[in-house]
């Protein structure tokens, strides 16, 4: 069981404002993605084999801005509901929830740079399968100081459980090593080198 942790959790004043809750998440995602590079982002993850589901890379930042902002939402509505209870059990699964909070969104942005920039699957999944972890007792412990909170945690729980399978099957489809997963001539690009799987060829070759 994870204690609340002051120097491992972010300021009260930020889960006590909406605004500051709400789009710490939201900008400190976007800032990463940036600093990853959309567009290097998006070349590996075409040239990758992928498992079945894949979705287009268009769908990932709309999806990760929505889920930024309601895990910023669960964060004020239970701050606020528990920090000022008369129930001092409360009290402690609201500090404790925040220091889980804490430690859940670090392993978050950790996870871009893990998987794009420095190219590493095995740690990339590592991560996000704590991440998942954590996050579901977050929505535990939040659950019962607010249930608002707890359910707003729960489409973000589904996607990390859809995006463990994607960095997993990723991982293995490409024998945990994506640095070298370019190819010169897809079936699509005749005569134009590119950077993307013959998924094709691949596929011919199994």
Do not use: C, H
């Amino acid at each position: 069981m994870t204690s609340y942790i002051p120097s491992l959790t972010l300021p009260g004043q930020v889960f006590a404002q909406p605004a500051a809750a709400i789009l710490l998440p939201v900008a400190l995602g976007t800032a990463v993605g940036f600093g990853v590079r959309p567009t290097d982002t998006q070349r590996t993850y075409l040239a990758l084999k992928q498992p079945p589901l894949r979705p287009p890379p268009q769908v990932f930042g709309p999806v990760w801005t929505t889920l930024y902002a309601l895990m910023g939402y669960s964060a004020y509505r239970a701050w606020t509901t528990g920090i000022n209870s008369f129930n001092p059990q409360t009290v402690e699964l609201t500090k404790q929830g925040a220091t889980l909070y804490t430690i859940q969104l670090a392993l978050n942005l950790v996870w871009m740079p893990l998987f794009f920039k420095l190219k590493r699957p095995i740690e990339a999944t590592v991560d996000i399968v704590a991440l998942t972890g954590v996050t579901s007792y977050l929505a535990y412990i939040w659950g019962q100081v607010d249930e608002v909170a707890g359910w707003a945690l729960v489409p973000y729980l589904a996607w990390l459980g859809f995006a463990t399978y994607l960095s997993a099957g990723v991982g293995y489809l490409n024998n945990w090593n994506i640095t070298e997963t370019e190819r010169d001539k897809p079936p699509t690009a005749k005569g134009k080198a590119t950077k993307y799987v013959d998924e094709e060829r691949e596929r011919k070759d199994l």
